[in-house]
Protein backbone atom coordinates (compact mmCIF):
# COMPACT_ATOMS: atom_id res chain seq x y z
CA UNK A 1 0.00 0.00 0.00
CA UNK A 2 1.15 3.36 -1.02
CA UNK A 3 1.38 6.22 1.90
CA UNK A 4 3.06 8.89 3.41
CA UNK A 5 2.66 9.03 7.09
CA UNK A 6 3.24 12.51 9.04
CA UNK A 7 3.70 12.40 12.90
CA UNK A 8 5.61 15.02 15.24
CA UNK A 9 3.05 17.96 15.60
CA UNK A 10 1.92 19.36 18.13
CA UNK A 11 1.74 22.59 20.18
CA UNK A 12 4.59 24.29 21.21
CA UNK A 13 5.33 28.04 22.83
CA UNK A 14 6.70 30.60 20.66
CA UNK A 15 11.13 29.83 20.54
CA UNK A 16 9.80 26.36 20.61
CA UNK A 17 11.12 23.38 18.35
CA UNK A 18 9.46 20.44 16.48
CA UNK A 19 10.27 17.95 14.45
CA UNK A 20 8.09 16.54 12.25
CA UNK A 21 8.54 13.08 10.41
CA UNK A 22 7.01 11.34 7.38
CA UNK A 23 7.56 7.53 6.45
CA UNK A 24 6.95 6.40 3.23
CA UNK A 25 6.22 3.08 2.12
CA UNK A 26 4.47 1.41 -0.62
CA UNK A 27 7.14 2.62 -3.08
CA UNK A 28 10.53 3.62 -4.54
CA UNK A 29 11.10 6.44 -1.82
CA UNK A 30 14.81 7.21 -3.01
CA UNK A 31 13.82 8.35 -6.79
CA UNK A 32 11.51 10.67 -5.16
CA UNK A 33 11.81 14.47 -4.33
CA UNK A 34 10.16 15.43 -0.92
CA UNK A 35 8.67 18.17 -0.02
CA UNK A 36 6.91 19.70 3.49
CA UNK A 37 3.46 21.64 2.51
CA UNK A 38 1.74 23.85 5.19
CA UNK A 39 -1.79 25.36 5.40
CA UNK A 40 -3.42 27.75 7.31
CA UNK A 41 -7.01 28.30 7.92
CA UNK A 42 -7.98 30.24 5.47
CA UNK A 43 -5.13 30.18 3.50
CA UNK A 44 -3.62 28.66 0.33
CA UNK A 45 -1.41 25.46 0.96
CA UNK A 46 2.17 26.70 1.07
CA UNK A 47 5.59 25.16 -0.34
CA UNK A 48 7.88 25.42 2.76
CA UNK A 49 10.63 23.14 1.96
CA UNK A 50 12.19 20.48 -0.53
CA UNK A 51 14.90 18.20 -0.76
CA UNK A 52 15.41 16.35 -4.08
CA UNK A 53 16.91 13.19 -5.22
CA UNK A 54 20.31 14.66 -5.66
CA UNK A 55 21.46 18.03 -4.39
CA UNK A 56 20.59 20.69 -1.73
CA UNK A 57 17.63 21.32 0.11
CA UNK A 58 15.85 24.64 -0.42
CA UNK A 59 13.14 26.46 1.65
CA UNK A 60 10.61 29.26 1.59
CA UNK A 61 12.21 32.83 3.06
CA UNK A 62 8.92 32.43 6.03
CA UNK A 63 11.09 29.82 7.18
CA UNK A 64 14.77 30.07 6.16
CA UNK A 65 17.32 29.87 8.92
CA UNK A 66 14.72 28.00 11.01
CA UNK A 67 13.50 25.13 9.37
CA UNK A 68 15.96 22.36 8.11
CA UNK A 69 14.82 19.10 5.63
CA UNK A 70 16.29 15.71 5.84
CA UNK A 71 15.82 12.53 4.52
CA UNK A 72 17.15 9.00 5.03
CA UNK A 73 16.79 6.59 2.27
CA UNK A 74 17.72 3.54 4.63
CA UNK A 75 14.69 4.43 6.53
CA UNK A 76 12.04 5.93 4.00
CA UNK A 77 11.71 8.97 5.92
CA UNK A 78 11.64 12.92 5.13
CA UNK A 79 12.07 14.96 8.30
CA UNK A 80 11.21 18.45 9.04
CA UNK A 81 13.36 19.94 11.87
CA UNK A 82 11.32 23.45 12.72
CA UNK A 83 13.51 26.11 15.65
CA UNK A 84 12.35 29.54 16.97
CA UNK A 85 8.84 28.40 15.78
CA UNK A 86 6.38 31.48 15.37
CA UNK A 87 2.99 31.27 16.00
CA UNK A 88 2.49 32.37 12.41
CA UNK A 89 3.54 28.89 11.72
CA UNK A 90 0.34 27.43 13.29
CA UNK A 91 -1.11 24.75 10.33
CA UNK A 92 -1.40 21.64 9.67
CA UNK A 93 2.18 20.04 7.36
CA UNK A 94 1.92 18.03 4.75
CA UNK A 95 4.57 15.40 3.14
CA UNK A 96 4.63 15.23 -0.56
CA UNK A 97 6.12 12.95 -2.84
CA UNK A 98 7.00 13.90 -6.27
CA UNK A 99 8.23 11.77 -9.64
CA UNK A 100 7.68 12.82 -13.14
CA UNK A 101 4.42 9.99 -13.09
CA UNK A 102 3.62 10.05 -9.98
CA UNK A 103 2.46 12.69 -7.12
CA UNK A 104 1.63 11.44 -3.20
CA UNK A 105 0.40 12.92 -0.48
CA UNK A 106 0.42 12.36 3.20
CA UNK A 107 -2.59 13.23 5.77
CA UNK A 108 -1.16 16.33 7.45
CA UNK A 109 -0.31 16.90 10.85
CA UNK A 110 -1.28 19.56 13.07
CA UNK A 111 1.55 22.20 14.40
CA UNK A 112 -0.12 24.92 16.46
CA UNK A 113 2.31 27.23 18.24
CA UNK A 114 1.17 29.56 21.04
CA UNK A 115 1.52 30.28 24.46
Same mark, same amino acid.
Given at each position: ? /?? +? ?5 ? #? /?????? +?? #? ?12 ? @???? !? ?7 ? #? ?17 ? !????SRDNAK???? +?? @? ?15 ? !????? #????? =??? =????
Open positions: Q /VQ +LVESGGG #L /VQPGGS +LR #LSCAASGFTFSSYG @MNWY !RQAPGKERE #LVATIPTIGGASYSDSVKG !RFTINTVY +LQ @MNSLKPEDTAVYYCNAV !RWDSI #LWGQG =TQV =TVSS
